[in-house]
């Protein structure tokens, strides 16, 4: 929970350092970037770094009372508010609000950390941009969303937003390779994550593997199907809901592979498929093949539209077998 321990987004910790450098923390922060890219470590560790009594330059000790009680979870004014199913609600601003009438109460600061505030529902994010007009004095509030159009303007704009970026895959595999996976796994787990090591981290990766190998196989052979197949295929994508846009990079890969393999053989990632990747990209125009890179496209930003995903996905394995 070291700032030196967070990986790939040096950017927003020399932003940090430097305002605690400078002593001057902003009262409200906005964190934003895809999920698993070390947005809520960050926060804790400025909290924890905040609260230190024994920092080390600006990084907290993780040694001290107050920093053993942020690693516990147990520090009472470290608060993390985060959804209650769906949404995050107004009861929920409500306690914060009644917490935050007291001064912190053994911590210079009072950190409060609002986890996916893009699910704040509108009375929610109203009554917290009702505390953003006006900062509770000692306290800073982080909020973490994927972008700032998830959220309304007018916190936006109280905000300091600091982005954090995608990590970038080679070093996703570095990490998932020191975990233990093999190489090929580590690769195409870190690709297909898209620089969130959270996400490649709590995957089981002997399981991914099976589902992989086995969408890769039928992606591969479903040109030489019959339609009938094709769309039983759609109908399986259709119905396992939770990994459907896993499933569609997955595919997405697939078809960068056919394209590479014209154009830059040593930068194929399912190299475990080569001799099919191979015999894939054989007679297939570069042009084509990117007609179908588009036509996966299509399908995820239709089924990101909440539009019918067995209609996008049937559409889409009409055009890759065209
Ligand atoms: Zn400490």
């Given amino acids: 929970m070291r700032f030196d321990s967070i990986i790939g987004q040096e950017r927003p910790i020399r932003l940090l350092t430097r305002m605690l450098k400078k002593g001057s923390i902003p009262h409200a922060l906005l964190f934003t970037g895809v999920d698993g890219i070390g947005k809520q470590t960050t926060a804790v560790a400025l909290g924890m770094a905040l609260n230190c009594l024994?920092?080390?330059?600006?990084s907290a000790c993780e040694e001290c009372p107050s920093c053993q009680k942020v690693i516990s979870g147990?520090?009472?004014?470290?608060?993390?508010?985060?959804?209650d199913g769906a949404f995050i609600k107004i009861n929920q601003v409500r306690a914060l609000?009644?917490?935050?009438?007291?001064?912190?109460?053994?911590?210079?600061w009072r950190i409060i950390i609002i986890?996916?505030?893009?699910?704040m529902n509108l009375e929610a994010s109203?009554?917290?941009?009702?505390?953003?007009?006006?900062?509770?004095?000692?306290?800073?509030?982080?909020?973490?969303?994927?972008?700032?159009?998830?959220?309304?303007?007018?916190?936006?704009?109280?905000?300091?937003?600091i982005a954090f970026r995608p990590i970038p895959y080679e070093k996703v595999a570095e990490i998932l390779l020191e975990s233990?996976?093999?190489?090929?796994?580590?690769?195409t787990l870190a690709v297909s994550t898209k620089g969130s090591l959270g996400k490649a981290m709590s995957v089981d990766g002997e399981k991914w593997t099976i589902w992989r190998t086995h969408l890769?196989?039928?992606?591969?052979?479903?040109?030489?199907?019959?339609?009938?197949?094709?769309?039983?295929f759609a109908e399986t994508l259709a119905r396992d809901k939770d990994r459907l846009v896993d499933a569609l990079d997955m595919i997405m890969t697939w078809f960068r592979d056919l394209l590479m393999c014209k154009v830059s053989p040593g930068r194929i990632i399912n190299k475990d498929f080569i001799t099919k990747i191979e015999h894939a990209s054989q007679g297939r125009s570069i042009d084509d093949l990117l007609k179908k890179v588009v036509a996966v496209h299509a399908a995820q930003a239709a089924i990101l539209r909440n539009s019918n995903p067995r209609l996008a996905l049937e559409v889409m394995i009409m055009r890759l077998c065209s």
């Avoid at 024994?54 to 600006?58: E, F, L, R, T």
């Avoid at 986890?115 to 699910?119: H, I, K, L, P, R």
């Avoid at 233990?180 to 580590?186: E, H, I, R, V």
């Fill in 54 to 58: 024994s920092p080390v330059g600006v």
């Fill in 74 to 83: 147990s520090h009472p004014d470290m608060i993390t508010v985060k959804p």
């Fill in 97 to 108: 609000s009644r917490q935050l009438r007291f001064a912190p109460l053994e911590g210079k």
């Fill in 115 to 119: 986890n996916d505030a893009q699910a």
């Fill in 126 to 161: 109203n009554a917290i941009l009702k505390m953003l007009e006006e900062p509770p004095k000692g306290t800073v509030i982080i909020l973490t969303a994927p972008q700032t159009l998830d959220l309304l303007p007018t916190i936006v704009s109280r905000c300091q937003q």
């Fill in 180 to 187: 233990g996976l093999d190489k090929q796994t580590a690769t």
């Fill in 216 to 232: 890769l196989e039928q992606i591969a052979s479903l040109s030489i199907r019959s339609v009938q197949p094709l769309f039983a």
